[in-house]
């Protein structure tokens, strides 16, 4: 039993109210290597097999299947020389770079994984997309933050960030499954990645064809002629011995045990990469079952009401931008603090709520004909645009509280967040216009791009600066609470005066203290904070009394 083309679109719905069912190879097609026929193939197969069973639905006869069906991976490519080496070479430098710290490193490591996952794609007759390349430059990019950024918490985002785009660049993806499960499918190889290593490596070494024992034997009397003649060279030559100190990182006895972990973690790392990038599984034949589509009447009743109390609150909030807020204040009994702090944790609420009906309104909504994918744009574009004046509305409320209380690392955080979910809104709205193909992969983008931005321009360094700022308008600081900042945080905090200056940096002047980390795992932001404090050492009149009667004079004045 075969449909009509009418009848096919309108069983599969608008492209931009719900996304189209994925059969055959089309579903990979754009994410899939232009000569991976193993992926083409079984991705066709799957989409036939998808196809059968509506057609058994539709006879009567329900077949019920996980979601799952169909997603595992191909048999991986034999693994060849280059992506042995490359994650040889990724365990090594582990070893030797990841055990002082994480700045620079980090990128430097990165670099031998992605040409090990490189050389295991070409094996498997994968060729990298644009938006491989995207995801792969944005890894990269993410992983420059512990590199400038002495705090960890932005630092541990950017990492977690890389580590998710980095796994969607090595799988693809362009529906909202292959982009929700993309970044944990790594998780998938953890196992089967460094077994497959293990077998090339038996398969090299076990005979004459490709034999890498005398390679191996070669390198491994190259580094014990490296060791020895390099530890004489060092004894002979001071200058020599700085120099090689300098630049060698620390491989003594002592940390062995520590530096093996670190080469374990660093092969095997590289190995779960090259596996996911030689047979990723297919996250995007991931097939979610569509919900009922409700009637008109049923559908856009709640969501018109919904709308008309928002504009109901909108408005409300435009007459108080422009009276002013001291009339509320008064009749409410509120102070301007408390009124800025209640108001913006329920409005930060009522963003993500937001985001929960447009996903529920997009299941159910009616796909009949062209008038209800009108509608469904003109209801939901609707709520998206008064919900942007929420957002504005929540950012404006934060931006009151920080005038009063000053700026922290929660606030900052919250109101990223809010950002980011007006931007989804955004997004949400030209999806309704142009389609809907391209908004998962957008999404996620934005929220790496979001974590990017959010490192680079460095959020202890902006409490600090706008604190500073806010001190010379008010004469308030919170002392306490600069003092547990990182020294991105040292440029703006030393404009301050003594010997509120020395107060405010001594805690972090003591976390620096000491011959420091080698440069590989120095972030810009300490080796700035070490030059300021060198070229303007601490006042020792601010002992513990002086600044303890600064921190309470200046909270409560």
């Given amino acids: 039993m075969s449909d009509t083309p009418s009848e096919a679109e309108q069983r599969e719905g608008p492209e931009d109210a719900v996304p189209a069912a994925r059969t055959g190879d089309a579903s990979l097609k754009d994410d899939s290597a232009p000569g991976d026929s193993t992926r083409g193939d079984s991705g066709g197969k799957r989409g036939s097999d998808a196809h059968d069973v509506d057609e058994g639905e539709g ?33 090594v430098v582990s070893m030797l770079l990841l ?33 491989t390349l995207v995801w792969g430059i944005g890894g990269l990019a993410l992983l420059t933050v512990p590199a400038l950024r002495d705090a960890d918490w932005p630092s541990f985002l950017a990492v977690v960030a890389a580590v ?35 077998q090339g490596l038996r398969k090299r070494t076990g005979g004459a064809r490709g034999n890498l024992g005398p390679v191996l034997r ?24 700085d120099l090689l100190g300098g630049l060698v990182p620390d491989a003594s006895v002592s940390g062995g045990p520590w530096h093996a972990v670190l080469f374990v ?8 990469a090259a596996h996911t990038a030689a047979a990723p599984v297919q996250w995007d034949l991931v097939e979610v079952p569509e919900g009922r589509a409700r009637g008109r009447v049923e559908w856009a009743l709640p969501l018109i009401v919904l709308a008309l109390l928002f504009a109901a609150f909108n408005s409300v909030q435009l007459a108080v931008l422009f009276g002013g807020y001291d009339a509320v204040l008064e009749k409410t009994g509120q102070t301007y603090a408390e009124y800025a702090r209640q108001g913006f944790w329920q409005l930060l609420l009522v963003t993500l709520l937001t985001l929960l009906v447009i996903v529920f309104a997009l299941r159910w909504a009616p796909r009949d004909d062209a008038r209800d994918r009108t509608l469904v744009r003109a209801v939901l574009g609707t709520l998206c645009a008064l919900a942007l004046v929420v957002v504005a509305a929540a950012v404006r409320r934060m931006d009151m509280y920080v005038e009063a209380y000053g700026l922290t690392r929660l606030r900052i955080s919250v109101v990223t967040v809010e950002l980011w979910l007006g931007l989804v809104l955004v997004l949400i709205m030209a999806a309704g216009v142009w389609g809907a193909r391209w908004l998962p992969r957008a999404v996620l983008a934005a929220a790496a791009a979001g974590v990017l931005a959010f490192g680079l321009v460095s959020p202890d360094g902006l409490i600090a600066e706008r604190n500073v700022q806010r001190y010379e308008e008010k004469g308030t600081f919170d002392l306490d609470y600069a003092r547990g900042l990182s020294a ?30 080698p440069w590989y795992a120095t972030s810009l932001g300490e080796a700035r904070a070490r030059d300021i404090l060198d070229g303007r050492p601490l006042s020792p009149d601010a002992d513990w009394s002086v600044c303890s009667r600064l921190g309470t004079e200046l909270a409560y004045r």
């Fill in 265 to 272: 973690i660093g092969l095997v790392g590289a190995l779960v």
């Fill in 218 to 241: 070669a390198l491994a009397v190259a580094a014990v002629l490296v060791v020895v003649f390099g530890t004489l060279f060092a004894g002979a030559d001071a200058a020599f011995a």
């Fill in 99 to 131: 055990g002082d710290g994480l700045a620079l490193n980090l990128l430097l490591v990165a670099i031998p994984v992605a040409l090990c996952a490189y050389f295991a794609a070409q094996a498997a007759g994968r060729r990298p997309n644009r938006w």
């Fill in 488 to 517: 991105d945080a040292v440029p703006a905090l030393d404009a301050l005066k003594e010997p509120l200056r020395s107060c405010a940096l001594r805690s972090i002047a003591r976390d620096l203290e000491g011959e420091g980390e």
């Fill in 164 to 198: 998710a785009v980095g796994s969607l660049a090595l799988h693809g993806g362009r529906t909202w499954t292959g982009v929700l499960f993309g970044p944990i499918g790594l998780y998938t190889s953890l196992v089967t990645g460094p077994l497959w290593g293990w």
């Fill in 59 to 91: 006879r009567g006869g329900p077949l019920v299947e996980s979601w799952f069906d169909g997603v595992q991976a191909a048999p991986p490519a034999p693994v060849r020389t280059a992506t042995l080496w490359s994650a040889l070479a990724t365990g």
